[in-house]
């Protein structure tokens, strides 16, 4: 099953985001093979201000604990993080589902 998280990170986290980002990256780069999709979301200057990612999980308690053992999360750069049911409908611009 597919997961949308959108992390949205505290005020005045951008130079904590940098620090930890070479954690976040290696972390994800373990886990590359369960992400779908994901990114950086960038505020009106193009900094960068959350995150975005679809991952596939067994169910919400896996994509709990995945997004749980980003390493952004655990310094405390987020804010929020909203963790949803994804349906992928549209692939490279290829619709696949209904």
Not at 60 to 87: M, V
């Amino acid at each position: 099953m597919l997961f949308a998280l959108i992390c949205t990170d505290r005020p005045a986290g951008l130079d904590l985001r940098m620090a930890t980002r070479p954690a976040h990256l290696a972390y994800l780069e373990r886990e590359a093979g369960r992400i779908m999709s994901g990114g950086a979301l960038l505020d009106a200057e193009g900094k960068p201000c959350g995150s975005l990612l679809v991952v596939e999980a067994a169910d919400r308690a896996e994509a709990e604990a995945f997004a749980a053992g980003d390493p952004y999360a655990k310094a405390g750069l987020f804010e929020s993080t909203l963790i949803r049911p994804f349906r992928q409908v549209y692939k490279d611009g290829t619709k696949i589902a209904p």
